[in-house]
Antibody, heavy 119, light 110 residues
Framework: QVQLVQSGADVKKPGSSVKVSCQASGGTFGSHAINWVRQAPGQGLEWMAR????????KYSQKFQGRVTLTADTSTNTAYMDLSSLTSEDTAVYYCARGPARGEWFDPWGQGTLVTVSS | QSALTQPASVSGSPGQSITISCTGT?????????VSWYQQHPGKAPKLMLYDVSDRPSGVSDRFSGSKSGNTASLTISGLQAEDEADYYCCSYTTSSTLVFGGGTKLTVL
């Protein structure tokens, strides 16, 4: 049973970038997609982007296009989400979640990574 | 892409049934049978409850069921239990090959 293990909480200054990792434990990414979803404090879920690691092809939400970069290392079964030009509105828990190649659903999810943007 | 529309809250007593609606457009819910539902308890990661409108992953109780008509999908929970109290989110694939979530519904078991 694959589990997704994410990197730890991080605090960043406005204008900087953050890189969150997501490693598959107990299995591989296979031909699945890795999606990134965020949740601001007290708010709902927001889909950001997905990548198919075996192909290295990302798809970004229009909202985050140009500010988010997804990469993946199939040798270590690790996916990365890089978000730049951070503002306080980017303070959120960031989740990775595996799904079908087209990304129609998400299972399993990582434990989440809290990113706090504060001066 | 606008978020799908869900009621902010629903409630029911133990043993009862409740239904949560999820309304989108012809660009998402109405165009594909790729609606999924997630349960989220406070401080926890979301959990997949239904996918492809009405399919249940292994391990999910058959008290959870789903349907879709036009641009609106629905999640029904029968035989409500205290442990069902959580936030529920719908999600749909879109014609832009992206995904969009609903705003979430807080379920209270009275």
């Amino acid at each position: 049973q694959v589990q997704l293990v994410q990197s730890g909480a991080d605090v960043k200054k406005p204008g900087s970038s953050v890189k969150v990792s997501c490693q598959a434990s107990g299995g591989t990414f296979g031909s699945h997609a890795i999606n990134w979803v965020r949740q601001a404090p007290g708010q709902g879920l927001e889909w950001m982007a997905r990548i198919i690691p075996i192909l290295g092809i990302p798809k970004y939400s229009q909202k985050f296009q140009g500010r988010v970069t997804l990469t993946a290392d199939t040798s270590t079964n690790t996916a990365y989400m890089d978000l730049s030009s951070l503002t306080s509105e980017d303070t959120a828990v960031y989740y990775c979640a595996r799904g079908p190649a087209r990304g129609e659903w998400f299972d399993p999810w990582g434990q989440g990574t809290l990113v706090t943007v504060s001066s | 892409q606008s978020a799908l529309t869900q009621p902010a809250s629903v409630s029911g007593s133990p043993g009862q049934s409740i239904t949560i609606s999820c309304t989108g457009t012809s660009s998402d819910v109405g165009n594909y049978n790729y609606v999924s539902w997630y349960q989220q308890h406070p401080g926890k990661a979301p959990k997949l409850m239904l996918y492809d409108v009405s399919d249940r992953p292994s391990g999910v109780s058959d008290r959870f069921s789903g349907s879709k008509s036009g641009n609106t999908a629905s999640l029904t929970i029968s035989g409500l239990q205290a442990e069902d109290e959580a936030d529920y989110y719908c999600c749909s694939y879109t014609t832009s090959s992206t995904l969009v979530f609903g705003g979430g519904t807080k379920l209270t078991v009275l």
